[in-house]
T-cell receptor
Framework: GAGVSQSPSNKVTEKGKDVELRCDPI?????LYWYRQSLGQGLEFLIY????????KSGLPSDRFSAERTGGSVSTLTIQRTQQEDSAVYLC?????????????FGEGSRLTVL | RKEVEQDPGPFNVPEGATVAFNCTYS??????FFWYRQDCRKEPKLLMS???SGNEDGRFTAQLNRASQYISLLIRDSKLSDSATYLC?????????????FGKGTKLSVKP
């Protein structure tokens, strides 16, 4: 499809398990962002990629969280040893210009529930 | 002080009403400003950019006051379909968070 694609759309896991969330950005978009949104809360910035490098990792909440991007395209967000407070919707977005024009295209998100 | 602040609402208004949302930002060097809309359990989408001279798109008017570091969004003749959360977004080009800072949003509910 033409939009940002995320998988899985829903993930239920047990506390302590590792999870991987995938994002396929719009083809040709150089910038890729990960955010998370807890129920009724605003967007929490996690990490930003320009190409394959991550100039800003300031939002990753702990060392259990990591992300990579390969080939300037697909990105994976990994959460190790999941905790209940990790439950949230994880949103990926991409853009041409690294935020300069402000237009980010968001995927529909991956809803993570940690039991 | 938070980088981008918005009144969380909710704003409950009848159809046809005019409603205004405000947003303040802390970084005086911010260069670009935007309003996003997020429907319940959906992803955010760009509503409109905010230009220095103010700009209008149909029933929506956005204004910027750089001196006061204040952005506004005015919605005229509210429709039921306008019910959503409106996010104020500020670009800190070269700054943190991939250059974009999102406010927590203002929730609007338009009633029949």
């Amino acid at each position: 499809g033409a939009g940002v694609s995320q998988s899985p759309s829903n993930k239920v896991t047990e506390k302590g398990k590792d999870v991987e969330l995938r994002c396929d950005p719009i083809s040709g978009h150089t910038a890729l962002y990960w955010y998370r949104q807890s129920l009724g809360q605003g967007l929490e910035f996690l990490i930003y990629f320009q190409g394959n490098s991550a100039p800003d990792k300031s939002g990753l909440p702990s060392d259990r969280f990591s992300a990579e991007r390969t080939g300037g395209s697909v990105s994976t967000l990994t959460i190790q040893r999941t905790q209940q407070e990790d439950s949230a919707v994880y949103l990926c977005a991409s853009s041409w210009t690294g935020g300069r024009t402000g237009e980010l295209f968001f995927g529909e998100g991956s809803r993570l529930t940690v039991l | 002080r938070k980088e981008v602040e918005q009144d969380p609402g909710p704003f409950n208004v009848p159809e046809g009403a005019t409603v205004a949302f405000n947003c303040t930002y802390s970084n005086s060097a911010s260069q670009s400003f935007f309003w996003y809309r997020q429907d319940c359990r959906k992803e955010p989408k760009l509503l409109m950019s905010v230009y220095s001279s103010g700009n209008e798109d149909g029933r929506f008017t956005a204004q910027l006051n750089r001196a006061s570091q204040y952005i506004s969004l005015l919605i005229r003749d509210s429709k039921l379909s306008d019910s959503a959360t409106y996010l104020c977004v500020v670009n800190n080009y070269g700054g943190s968070q991939g250059n974009l800072i999102f406010g927590k949003g203002t929730k609007l509910s338009v009633k029949p």
